[in-house]
C-alpha cells in the first residue's frame, strides 16, 4: 500500500493491486485531483474511510463512435422527451448524485469533502455538468472531468429520477463531446448501464497512452 505525503505525486499505477487500489492518504486539493486524472488515477471511498486512490484493470472507456441508441432512446429524442443543458445547475447535479438511493449502495462516496473539491474544479473550468430537464424539474443529470488537452472526459457520477432520464443526458453529452474531437469517455469501472450504452473494456495500459 503506497502512502501518499504532503508533495503531489503518485506511484506508478502498476503498482495498483487487483482491485485497482493504488494508493491511500493526500488530500483532495486542485492541483492533486488534477495529476491524478491525468495520469488515469481518481478517488474513491467512504464516509468513513481516509482517501483512497484507484487505478484499475481493466478500465470501462466509450468511444464516441461506438455510442449505442436504442430504438427507445432514438425515439425519445425525436419527441424532446427531456430538456438537456450545460453547466447550468451543477450543484444540484453533484447533491443529487450524492443523495439519490442506489440499489446495493450503502451511502456515498461523494462526501462533503468531495463535493467542495469538485465545486472548486468546477469554478476553474474542469468539470462539466449535464443537466436533465422535464419541464421545469430536474430529474437526471451527469457531471465529469474534462481532460481537453488530452481530449479525454472522465465520467464522474450520473443520477436519474425518471425512467431513462440518465441515459438521455449521457448521450447528448456524448454526442457534444464528438463534436469537440474528444477521443474517449472514461466511465472507470464496468457496469451494464454503461455496457448498454457501447462501453467496453480495455486494458489499462491501453487506457493510460491516450493520457501521454
Known amino acids: 500500500m503506497y502512502i501518499l505525503t504532503d508533495i503531489i505525486r503518485f506511484p506508478p499505477v502498476t503498482y495498483a493491486d487487483s482491485d485497482g487500489l493504488l494508493a491511500i492518504g493526500g488530500d483532495l486539493s486542485v492541483d492533486r485531483l488534477l495529476k491524478a486524472y491525468n495520469s488515469g488515477i481518481f478517488p474513491w471511498y467512504s464516509e468513513q474511510q481516509p482517501i483512497l486512490w484507484f487505478s484499475p ?5 466509450l468511444f464516441p463512435s461506438e455510442l449505442k ?5 432514438r425515439q425519445l429524442i425525436r419527441k424532446n422527451q427531456f430538456k438537456v443543458t450545460f453547466n447550468e445547475d451543477f450543484e444540484r447535479v453533484i447533491n443529487n448524485c450524492a443523495t439519490i438511493n442506489r440499489t446495493g ?3 456515498t462516496w461523494i462526501t462533503a469533502d468531495m463535493q467542495n473539491a469538485y465545486k472548486k474544479l468546477y469554478k476553474m473550468g474542469y468539470i462539466v455538468s449535464v443537466e436533465v430537464w422535464q419541464g421545469k424539474e430536474l ?6 472531468i474534462w ?3 488530452k481530449g479525454v472526459f472522465c465520467g464522474e457520477s450520473m443520477f436519474s429520477k425518471v425512467s431513462n432520464a440518465s441515459k ?3 448521450i447528448t453529452l456524448v454526442q457534444w463531446l464528438e463534436g469537440k474531437k474528444i477521443k ?3 466511465c472507470q469501472v464496468y457496469t451494464s448501464h454503461l455496457a448498454s450504452l457501447g462501453a467496453r473494456e480495455i486494458t489499462r495500459a491501453a ?5 501521454e
Do not use: A
Open 57 to 61: 484493470d481493466p478500465r470501462m472507456v
Open 168 to 170: 438521455y443526458g449521457f
Open 184 to 186: 474517449l469517455i472514461d
Open 207 to 211: 487506457f493510460v497512452k491516450y493520457l
Open 105 to 107: 449502495q450503502d451511502g
Open 139 to 144: 430529474v437526471g443529470g451527469l457531471y465529469g
Open 69 to 73: 441508441v436504442s430504438k427507445t432512446m
Open 147 to 149: 481532460l481537453k488537452e
